[in-house]
């Protein structure tokens, strides 16, 4: 009992320091922003694309199929179906922001992007998010969207869970809807909120121009920051689901939920 609790504890304290770490990553952008100057040359190169912010991104997005492609695979073995494709899906969309970050290796290798991207692409470069069509109507609104949900989305976990939990005995014998393996839990809603506030404050306010302190380039650092959010949640399903297996293992075929093994 003594160890379990301390268990819980130590857990607890992880999801608290992880919550807390973005609002740390935060207050030192806003402090390096006012310290170069908001609308210094200084500060549009620091965010400029190329920057450390998006490289790290882009090493970030890289990295998280690291973790998902077992995880599919281990779903598939356990005929997980809507796992086994969501992490499938995972993995190829990190793999693909990840590459389009660093636009596919142009700026590494050197290579010309073809006419078609050079007249329609805004930077010139080989990549899809920025073309022209995208850039004016969908890249904005779908960061401004995957903030709001994974920053809002522990809300339909927390009711999802409570919906299993009353039918426990299914969830015992179909493991397949765990929602904690799809659903980012509240600690980690901190990592999303920053992209949403900005796209909120910078697309459907006038605060930009009554203060002269935001700057479109500023995106880098929030995604940036969501990015962190996204390799903790799949990092963190990971060794869940390496912790299933072990106490299957343990215990025979009986079915532990990742919720009793947190």
């Known amino acids: 009992a003594i160890a379990r609790f301390s268990h819980r504890y130590r857990y607890k304290s992880f999801q608290l320091y992880t919550f807390i770490v973005p609002f740390f990553m935060a207050a030192v952008v806003l402090w390096a922003k006012v310290k ?8 549009r190169y620091v965010s400029s694309e190329g920057s450390l912010s998006e490289y790290g991104t882009a090493i970030v997005y890289l990295l998280i199929p690291a973790f998902t492609y077992p995880m599919m695979r ?5 005929k997980r179906k ?9 993995t190829f969309g990190a793999f693909f922001v990840g590459m389009e970050e660093i636009s596919w290796g142009q700026r590494l290798l050197g290579f010309e992007e073809p006419e078609f991207l050079s007249k329609h692409n ?21 960061f401004l969207l995957a903030g709001f949900i994974g920053s809002s989305c522990w809300l339909g976990l927390r009711y999802w869970q409570k919906r299993l939990k ?3 005995s299914a969830l015992e014998n179909n493991p397949r809807i765990d929602p904690i ?16 506030v900005f796209y909120v404050a ?7 121009q009554r203060f002269d302190f935001l700057h479109h380039a500023d995106q880098e650092h929030w995604e940036f920051v969501m990015s962190i959010g996204l390799l903790l949640f799949v990092m963190i399903n990971f060794f869940r689901q390496a912790k299933a297996i072990d ?14 093994l947190s």
């Open 122 to 142: 805004v930077q010139s470069e080989f990549t899809l998010h920025n073309l022209s069509f995208f850039q004016e109507h969908f890249l904005h609104d779908s």
């Open 166 to 168: 009353k039918k426990s």
């Open 74 to 78: 281990q779903f598939r073995r356990e």
């Open 36 to 43: 170069i100057g908001p609308t210094s040359d200084e500060w």
């Open 247 to 260: 106490a299957k293992a343990v215990n025979g075929d009986v079915y532990q939920s990742p919720k009793a």
């Open 82 to 90: 809507f796992l086994s494709i969501f992490y499938g899906l995972f």
């Open 202 to 208: 910078h697309d459907y306010t006038d605060l930009k």
């Open 181 to 196: 393996y799809i659903l980012p839990d509240w600690f980690l809603s901190s990592y999303f909120f920053p992209i949403f």
